[in-house]
């Protein structure tokens, strides 16, 4: 079935932005409506929805515009809040090239990463605008990860402790981006991109300080808890608000350093927490960022700093604004950016023609993990499309998982003999990978073969043809988002299980808008956690449901089982390595967090146990080229869950050839089935093992394993499963990654744990 879609055009609008460098911006209409949103102070909130590709990344540099305009308020920074390290660093990147395409200069040096040696990771630019005001302002870009962080802990290491003796007492990000120059420096506005976890990021590293993490989970958790079951209830309201602001002192004023400590970290957000792709976000993900935006709401009056939250998408979601409404007890403006027919005045195309096929694939099950599955059939579906693709020249391809993107990419090769680009995070020793994007951006041949790693933040032009597997609506918008960017006509093969192909074509139609026509195809997807159960999920868990993302490699290497896809093999292979590491040595900044942040604290152990701390190894791989191997760096999750695995004489993990595994499938486990599962402990690596290598204390072994509950599935990827206790705990047990979706309650009955998928 094929869905024909008009070009999609959105109105331009009359504000220009020129630097000193000549260069022009003109504003779209949606992003005027925005400068005028940040040039008044009621209301505080927005939900902005536009295209992708309009220019959604630009709106973090209203609040500066809006100041230099002579708004009502004078901003002096911007959080950008993204769901993925990778799309930090990408629009980061961005909003850096577009101010030196204005004529920014830079001051002093910048902080550059270690691992992604284009990226600045703290840096000061001078931008001299004409227009819309003649100004010279300073804007600090602040790249807020683990990684920036330990950069960042470095320098001031360097700077303070060894040159001037003492670092300062408190360090706030705008103070921070200062004292990190030697020449007096002022900077008029930060932009800080970060995940959300932001501020649990802070507590734990940058302000080493044993208590504040605990301290700000705490009191979150009591926070947001009470919070929205009021918010939900809608019962006396103003006076059970003043209750929790009461909780809010009581906890906050059980230690005044620790709680000025608390301020401080929270008064370096600037004025504005910008939530940008929202549509991206999974259920629990939404929950994570409402509930931080509910701490900042509630403790603003302390903190004596007036926030503005917008949020950002691709799609309308009205369901969420009035969750917002809801939630902010005031009018919350929504902000979209209206499509208009594109041979209107001043129309500006976003994307031109596009043909969405729904292309049908067998899985073996149905229901949401069919979407799963069906990423095993890419290399099928590219050998059924062969003559488009060669035809497009400029395509691109999304698998999921590494290992049937690279084996969709060899399949090609061998069928054309034309080289592909392949990009999944993990080096192919025969294709070209992200080096080359760059250089095609807009022109020359481009086969390209991803998955995560091109979804977000890559901006390519002309891209006419595209494959996609998605599994979530966000990623589905996301990656057809790619393609057909700009003023040119597309066709884009979406993979469909068949569960749901025929009543798909019984009740879409043929010619449908594009945003309407890719809502339609979504709504057949995992159905997001509804939006009237967002408010009643945030008050089960600290800081509400905190978005749990666990990769293995977040805290420790794999507890492995029996799984018939780890081969006693491996499983050696895996011993022998973990015996190497402890004999050779542990990555000494991993080790340090761990030891300190970690194994001596286990309420940090449970806060910071989904932040995105991954450790990552080398590996080695044989090279198609000539050379006698590839040596690179990746996640030790990546390259289990991929790739076969052996021991190299140096003691690097060697990954061979790629090589699918079955996704599992949904599975749930109630309370009596709980004394049923012990008995899968003796086939369990050793907690020990792991424990040892990263120099963790393995006193606490039995308690650890009283709390971990798995089961594998008979030739299937590890399942994940978290115990949803009272201080709902996160359990790091196998595999390479999970999300949680949802909680069933059985009547009185309480599940033992969550429906998941990985």
Same mark, same amino acid.
């Given at each position: 079935?094929?869905?024909?879609?008009?070009?999609?055009?959105?109105?331009?609008?009359?504000?220009?932005?020129?630097?000193?460098?000549?260069?022009?911006?003109?504003?779209?209409?949606?992003?005027?409506?925005?400068?005028?949103?940040?040039?008044?102070?009621?209301?505080?909130?927005?939900?902005?929805?536009?295209? =992708?590709?309009?220019?959604?990344?630009?709106?973090?540099?209203?609040?500066?515009?809006?100041?230099?305009?002579?708004?009502?308020?004078?901003?002096?920074? =911007?959080?950008?809040?993204?769901?993925?390290?990778?799309?930090?660093?990408?629009?980061?990147?961005?909003?850096?090239?577009?101010?030196?395409?204005?004529?920014?200069?830079?001051?002093?040096?910048?902080?550059?990463?270690?691992?992604?040696?284009?990226?600045?990771?703290?840096?000061?630019?001078?931008?001299?605008?004409?227009?819309?005001?003649?100004?010279?302002?300073?804007?600090?870009?602040?790249?807020?990860?683990?990684?920036?962080?330990?950069?960042?802990?470095?320098?001031?290491?360097?700077?303070?402790?060894?040159?001037?003796?003492?670092?300062?007492?408190?360090?706030?990000?705008?103070?921070?981006?200062?004292?990190?120059?030697?020449?007096? =420096?002022?900077?008029?506005? $930060?932009?800080?991109?970060?995940?959300?976890?932001?501020?649990?990021?802070?507590?734990?590293?940058?302000?080493?300080?044993?208590?504040?993490?605990?301290?700000?989970?705490?009191?979150?958790?009591?926070?947001?808890?009470?919070?929205?079951?009021?918010?939900?209830?809608?019962?006396?309201?103003?006076?059970?608000?003043?209750?929790?602001?009461?909780?809010?002192?009581?906890?906050?004023?059980?230690?005044?350093?620790?709680?000025?400590?608390?301020?401080?970290?929270?008064?370096?957000?600037?004025?504005?927490?910008?939530?940008?792709?929202?549509?991206?976000?999974?259920?629990?993900?939404?929950?994570?960022?409402?509930?931080?935006?509910?701490?900042?709401?509630?403790?603003? !009056?302390?903190?004596?700093?007036?926030?503005?939250?917008?949020?950002?998408?691709?799609?309308?979601?009205?369901?969420?604004?009035?969750?917002?409404?809801?939630?902010?007890?005031?009018?919350?403006?929504?902000?979209?950016?209206?499509?208009?027919?594109?041979?209107?005045?001043?129309?500006?195309?976003?994307?031109?023609?596009?043909?969405?096929?729904?292309?049908?694939?067998?899985?073996?099950?149905?229901?949401?993990?069919?979407?799963?599955?069906?990423?095993?059939?890419?290399?099928?579906?590219?050998?059924?499309?062969?003559?488009?693709?060669?035809?497009?020249?400029?395509?691109?391809?999304?698998?999921?998982?590494?290992?049937?993107?690279? $084996?969709?990419?060899?399949?090609?090769?061998?069928?054309?003999?034309?080289? !592909?680009?392949?990009?999944?995070?993990?080096?192919?020793?025969?294709?070209?990978?992200?080096?080359?994007?760059?250089?095609?951006?807009?022109?020359?041949?481009?086969?390209?073969?991803?998955?995560?790693?091109?979804?977000?933040?890559?901006? *390519?032009?002309?891209?006419?043809?595209?494959?996609?597997?998605?599994?979530?609506?966000?990623?589905?918008?996301?990656?057809?988002?790619?393609?057909?960017?700009?003023?040119?006509?597309?066709? $884009?093969?979406?993979?469909?299980?068949?569960?749901?192909?025929?009543?798909?074509?019984?009740?879409?139609?043929?010619?449908?808008?594009?945003?309407?026509?890719?809502?339609?195809?979504?709504?057949?997807?995992?159905?997001?956690?509804?939006?009237?159960?967002? *408010?009643?999920?945030?008050?089960?868990?600290?800081?509400?449901?905190?978005?749990?993302?666990?990769?293995?490699?977040?805290?420790?290497? !794999?507890?492995?089982?029996?799984?018939?896809?780890?081969?006693?093999?491996?499983?050696?292979?895996?011993?022998?390595?973990?015996?190497?590491?402890?004999?050779?040595?542990?990555?000494?900044?991993?080790?340090?967090?761990?030891?300190?942040?970690?194994?001596?604290?286990?309420?940090?152990?449970?806060?910071?146990?989904?932040?995105?701390?991954?450790?990552?190894?080398?590996?080695?791989?044989?090279?198609?080229?000539?050379?006698?191997?590839?040596?690179?760096?990746?996640?030790?999750? =990546?390259? *289990?869950?991929?790739?076969?695995?052996?021991?190299?004489?140096?003691?690097?993990?060697?990954?061979?050839?790629?090589?699918?595994?079955?996704?599992?499938?949904?599975?749930?486990?109630?309370?009596?089935?709980?004394?049923?599962?012990?008995?899968?402990?003796?086939?369990?690596?050793?907690?020990?093992?792991?424990?040892?290598?990263?120099?963790?204390?393995?006193?606490?072994?039995?308690?650890?394993?009283?709390?971990?509950?798995?089961?594998?599935?008979?030739?299937?990827?590890?399942?994940?499963?978290?115990?949803?206790?009272?201080?709902?705990?996160?359990?790091?047990?196998?595999?390479?990654?999970?999300?949680?979706?949802?909680?069933?309650?059985?009547?009185?009955?309480?599940?033992?744990?969550? $429906?998941?998928?990985?």
């Amino acid at each position: 079935m094929e869905i024909v879609t008009n070009p999609v055009c959105i109105r331009s609008g009359k504000i220009r932005v020129q630097g000193s460098s000549g260069h022009l911006i003109t504003l779209r209409e949606f992003q005027e409506k925005l400068l005028d949103f940040f040039s008044r102070t009621r209301p505080s909130v927005a939900f902005l929805s536009a295209p =992708t590709g309009s220019g959604k990344t630009f709106t973090t540099l209203m609040p500066l515009l809006a100041s230099l305009l002579n708004g009502e308020k004078e901003y002096v920074g =911007t959080l950008a809040v993204y769901p993925t390290r990778a799309l930090v660093y990408d629009q980061a990147l961005a909003i850096s090239q577009t101010l030196k395409k204005l004529g920014a200069k830079p001051i002093g040096k910048p902080i550059m990463s270690k691992s992604h040696h284009q990226l600045p990771l703290l840096e000061v630019l001078e931008l001299k605008l004409k227009e819309p005001a003649n100004a010279n302002v300073r804007v600090g870009l602040l790249v807020l990860t683990s990684e920036a962080l330990n950069e960042i802990i470095e320098k001031i290491h360097s700077q303070f402790v060894e040159d001037k003796g003492l670092p300062p007492r408190r360090i706030v990000l705008k103070n921070l981006v200062e004292e990190l120059w030697t020449e007096e =420096t002022q900077i008029d506005y $930060i932009i800080s991109f970060t995940v959300p976890e932001y501020p649990y990021l802070v507590a734990s590293r940058l302000y080493s300080n044993p208590y504040a993490p605990k301290l700000l989970f705490n009191a979150l958790m009591g926070l947001v808890e009470e919070y929205v079951l009021k918010a939900v209830r809608l019962k006396d309201y103003p006076e059970k608000l003043e209750e929790i602001r009461s909780e809010v002192r009581r906890l906050l004023g059980r230690a005044r350093f620790v709680c000025r400590e608390l301020l401080d970290i929270l008064t370096g957000l600037g004025d504005v927490v910008f939530v940008d792709e929202y549509h991206v976000w999974s259920g629990f993900e939404k929950q994570t960022i409402l509930a931080l935006s509910l701490s900042y709401l509630v403790l603003q !009056p302390y903190i004596g700093t007036y926030f503005r939250l917008v949020f950002s998408s691709a799609t309308p979601d009205p369901e969420v604004v009035d969750l917002l409404r809801t939630v902010f007890e005031e009018d919350v403006e929504e902000i979209v950016a209206e499509l208009i027919p594109c041979n209107t005045q001043n129309a500006h195309v976003i994307r031109g023609r596009t043909i969405l096929e729904l292309y049908q694939v067998e899985t073996k099950v149905a229901g949401p993990s069919s979407w799963l599955q069906a990423d095993a059939s890419l290399p099928d579906v590219v050998e059924a499309k062969l003559e488009e693709l060669c035809q497009a020249e400029r395509f691109i391809v999304f698998g999921r998982r590494a290992s049937s993107v690279e $084996i969709a990419a060899e399949k090609f090769y061998e069928r054309t003999n034309i080289k !592909p680009i392949v990009v999944t995070g993990i080096r192919h020793p025969q294709f070209p990978g992200k080096e080359v994007l760059a250089e095609r951006k807009e022109r020359g041949t481009l086969p390209l073969f991803g998955n995560y790693a091109i979804e977000i933040g890559v901006d *390519l032009k002309n891209i006419r043809y595209g494959v996609v597997v998605a599994a979530t609506p966000g990623e589905l918008i996301q990656r057809v988002g790619r393609i057909g960017r700009g003023n040119v006509d597309s066709k $884009i093969v979406i993979v469909v299980p068949k569960w749901y192909y025929f009543d798909m074509v019984k009740q879409l139609s043929k010619h449908m808008e594009y945003t309407k026509a890719l809502q339609a195809i979504a709504e057949y997807m995992y159905e997001r956690l509804p939006v009237h159960k967002l *408010l009643e999920k945030l008050a089960q868990g600290p800081l509400g449901v905190v978005k749990v993302y666990a990769p293995l490699s977040t805290l420790i290497l !794999p507890i492995l089982g029996s799984d018939k896809a780890y081969d006693k093999s491996t499983l050696e292979v895996l011993k022998r390595y973990l015996k190497v590491l402890k004999a050779i040595k542990v990555d000494e900044r991993f080790k340090r967090w761990l030891v300190n942040r970690v194994a001596k604290n286990s309420e940090v152990l449970r806060s910071l146990a989904s932040f995105r701390a991954t450790w990552f190894v080398e590996y080695e791989r044989e090279s198609g080229e000539g050379e006698d191997v590839i040596i690179d760096t990746a996640s030790i999750s =990546t390259l *289990l869950s991929n790739y076969a695995l052996s021991l190299s004489r140096s003691g690097k993990l060697r990954i061979g050839y790629a090589q699918r595994k079955k996704v599992s499938e949904v599975f749930q486990v109630y309370a009596k089935m709980a004394g049923k599962l012990k008995h899968f402990y003796n086939s369990i690596v050793p907690a020990n093992i792991v424990a040892q290598a990263a120099g963790i204390d393995v006193e606490e072994q039995d308690r650890l394993e009283e709390k971990i509950l798995a089961h594998l599935l008979r030739r299937s990827d590890p399942v994940y499963i978290a115990k949803p206790d009272e201080e709902f705990e996160l359990l790091v047990a196998y595999g390479y990654g999970v999300r949680v979706i949802a909680r069933e309650e059985l009547g009185s009955r309480r599940a033992i744990a969550y $429906i998941v998928f990985v």
